[in-house]
Nanobody, 124 residues
Framework: QVQLVESGGGLVQAGGSLRLSCAAS????????MGWFRQAPGKERDFVAA????????YYADSVKGRFTISRDTAKNAVYLQMNSLKPEDTAVYYC?????????????????WGQGTQVTVSS
């Protein structure tokens, strides 16, 4: 079992920044991939970024590449999503997720554990 708790969402103006945090607890994270997904109202859940816990390999959706950075703190068992140059189209509920594999995946179906989500709203 892995428990995930997100925090750090909020309201920000376009061009601003936010940092999301995901606190993980439960089983060891060393053989997991951690991901961030988002879901806007009326839309499907989309992949945002992922990081392999061991080694730190990262992968990003094209829509956020160069603006968002995923990282992890192995001492704190936490994953972060630094979001810069935010756009109104980034508005969504952001979810942290854990995949029971060392292979990075962009599909939500491949992730077993999910947090409750945190709202990010970007005003124009």
């Amino acid at each position: 079992q892995v428990q995930l708790v997100e925090s750090g969402g909020g309201l920000v103006q376009a061009g601003g920044s936010l940092r999301l945090s995901c606190a993980a607890s439960g089983r060891t994270l060393s053989r997991l991939v951690m991901g961030w997904f988002r879901q806007a109202p009326g839309k499907e859940r989309d992949f945002v970024a992922a990081i392999r816990w061991s080694g730190g390999l990262t992968y990003y959706a094209d829509s956020v590449k160069g603006r968002f950075t995923i990282s992890r703190d192995t001492a704190k068992n936490a994953v972060y999503l630094q979001m810069n140059s935010l756009k109104p189209e980034d508005t969504a509920v952001y979810y942290c997720a854990a995949r029971l594999s060392v292979v990075v995946s962009t599909s939500g179906k491949d992730y077993t554990y999910w947090g409750q989500g945190t709202q990010v709203t970007v005003s124009s």
